[in-house]
């Protein structure tokens, strides 16, 4: 799938200067998007989804995750219907954890600034990042 194929697929929309001819490429492991990190979960051992929450299909218009400052820049998670369910109450001894997924084929997060990149089936946990600021404080990421 290509970014223009993508875009008109989800109703996202992207930045100008991105190509839309580019190929997207479907990756299987751990993986970036801007401020947000892509992990499988056959990599972590000490989260869970909570255990009163409940599995929800992803939507034809896909699943925001987070946007940026100011209300800017969502990444979004997409997926042909019926081919992924998200949970957003994820017990993660980090706390960074936004969603937990799971997919029986790609699937795909959008941002206006990134364009799209591929998820190969299996079971993921999306993060937030985080930098070490002044006196070691937390300090979360968002592009």
Known sequence: MNLAELLDRTNVDALDHLERQATIPVVDGLQAQGDLIVIPMAMLTTVTPDSWAHWQAVAAGGVELVRGVAG?????????????????SVHDP??????????????????????????????????????????????????
């Open 72 to 88: 800017n820049n969502p990444h979004t998670l997409v997926a042909d219907p019926d081919t992924c369910w998200w949970i957003g």
């Open 94 to 143: 980090l706390g960074l954890a936004i969603v937990m997924f799971e997919n029986i084929a790609p699937v795909y997060l959008v941002h206006p600034e990134h364009g799209g990149s591929g998820v190969a089936p299996g079971r993921w946990l999306v993060r937030r990042q985080q930098e070490r600021g002044p006196h070691r404080r937390r300090v979360l990421i968002a592009d």
